[in-house]
């Protein structure tokens, strides 16, 4: 079949590959300028390149692994990866997995954790034990915090644990985030392999990592925005030139009802147009620091700052990629994250600069002082996430027109907005064209 695909982010990318793995003929058309989507390279960024957004991928992210081996993008070589270890900059707490099987890795990584009290770890892993006994379900869905309060989990958990994670894993406030979405990363990181835990770091930008590297034969039309999709006999025409036999629509929700809007109407369609229309997004901003050396005092890839320390101060994770990228290279780089940030906190940016590098230069000191910045940048990402909330249903890769399949992070995965979740709806939806 001529299969084609709209949008080339990670879901749209592995869609075509499986595609074209399966015989089919497959054009992807991506209305930006490269490919990746919201996981990509900053195009003009010079030789160190930066990404859009910093992004950290974990050992459960089985399907990117396998599809990143059948590019010949050797995980090994183009990932730093390390046992889970939550650092806090302070020196104040630590929690890091043990090498032992798995659950108990997690279990010993919380009775050894450093800065809790024996109530406060004895309150985490009954609270996750519970979980696990219920097979890592909630029913019916609640917001984590209403959960966390059921289990009574203390101050000081919350704080160094489920929130930091759970900004991380779903981008959420614990106030709206999804209990069963947050179940089902810890079930499959934390109860599914030692090495599911592990965090998985890219050593090159987000494009250069398997993106940019198609197999010869799926043709990338890029700077080809679809603006509108025809129903013909047996098949589809975009733009009212290029005509599929099959479609993946492999675009943000919004972009895909606009799309979809323009189809004749058929059973199911409403639903699936007001599903659609339900997702909110969430920003994540990076503040990247190029400094004039690498911070070669700081021997931590990954360090969680405080964010609650001072107003302002909203960094919450700190990469170090003078010890991420290879020995050789030590890129003299900084990115701090700020999850679920809001735009409106950051409009001045010099201003909210100089705070979160005031709160990296107090919450570090331990590493001794951090090298002056030679340039800046801040990167905010406005639609990076949905929100991760109970009771949103999200759309099967299945839609009501045959033919026409549905991609993207947004589908129904039971991951929140991660990598492995678009990776594995853009799969899923090449198994429904065959
Ligand atoms: C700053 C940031 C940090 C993140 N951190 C992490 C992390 O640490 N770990 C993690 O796992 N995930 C993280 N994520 C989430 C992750 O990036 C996404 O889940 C994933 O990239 C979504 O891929 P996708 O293919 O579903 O969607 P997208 O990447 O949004 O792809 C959709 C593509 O469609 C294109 N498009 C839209 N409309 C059209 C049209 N009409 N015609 C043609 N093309 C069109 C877009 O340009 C885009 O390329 C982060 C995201 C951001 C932004």
Request: charged fraction near 20%.
């Amino acid at each position: 079949m001529n299969v084609g695909v709209i949008g080339a982010g990670w879901a749209g990318l592995s869609a075509a590959i499986a595609l074209h793995d399966a015989g089919h003929d497959v054009s992807l058309y991506e209305a930006g300028p490269l490919a990746g989507g919201r996981a990509r390279r900053v195009p003009g960024s010079g030789n160190a390149a930066l990404d859009n957004g910093q992004h950290i991928m974990l050992g459960a992210y089985q399907h990117t692994l396998q599809l990143m081996q059948r590019l010949h993008r050797e995980p090994d070589r183009l990932l730093l990866r390390f046992g889970l270890k939550l650092q806090a900059a302070s020196g104040d707490f630590e929690l890091r997995c043990r090498a032992l099987p798995s659950p108990w890795h997690a279990v010993a990584a919380v009775a050894l954790a450093k800065g809790w009290h024996t109530s406060e770890k004895a309150a985490l892993i009954k609270a996750m034990a519970r979980l696990r006994l219920r097979g890592w379900k909630v029913t019916p869905d609640r917001p984590l915090a209403q959960w966390l309060d059921e289990q009574r989990q203390p101050a000081g958990v919350v704080k160094r644990f489920w929130e930091p994670l759970c900004l991380a894993a779903l981008n959420t406030p614990l106030a709206q985030a999804s209990t069963l979405m947050m179940a089902r990363v810890l079930k499959d990181s934390l109860d599914a392999g030692r090495n599911a835990s592990d965090v998985l770091i890219p050593r090159t930008d987000l494009s250069d990592l398997w993106p940019d590297h198609l197999p010869a034969g799926i043709t990338l039309h890029r700077h080809s925005p679809i603006q509108r999709i025809d129903a013909a006999s047996n098949g589809y025409t975009l733009n009212e030139k290029h005509w599929h036999d099959a479609l993946v629509v492999a675009v943000p929700p919004p972009n895909a009802r606009r799309l979809l809007a323009e189809l004749p109407a058929r059973p199911g369609t409403e639903r699936l147009m007001q599903h659609l229309e339900a997702f909110s997004p969430v920003a994540i901003a990076t503040l990247n620091l190029m400094l004039d050396e690498p911070w070669t005092t700081l021997s931590e890839p990954m360090l969680m700052l405080d964010d609650q320390a001072a107003p302002g101060q909203l960094g919450q994770w700190l990469f170090n990629h003078a010890v991420i990228s290879n020995a050789r290279e030590r890129h003299p780089l900084i990115s701090i994250v700020l999850s679920n940030c809001l735009s409106s906190a950051l409009t001045d940016r010099d201003a909210a600069g100089r705070l979160i590098i005031e709160q990296v230069r107090r919450q570090t000191s331990q590493f001794g002082p951090m090298p002056d910045i030679a340039q800046q940048l801040l990167i905010i990402e406005k639609r990076a996430t949905f929100a991760a909330t109970p009771g949103l249903t999200r759309p099967d890769n299945n839609t009501p027109w045959p033919g026409l399949v549905l991609a993207g992070d947004w589908t129904n995965t039971g991951y929140p907005a991660v990598l492995e979740g678009a990776v594995m709806s853009g799969q899923a939806a090449a198994r429904c064209i065959g």
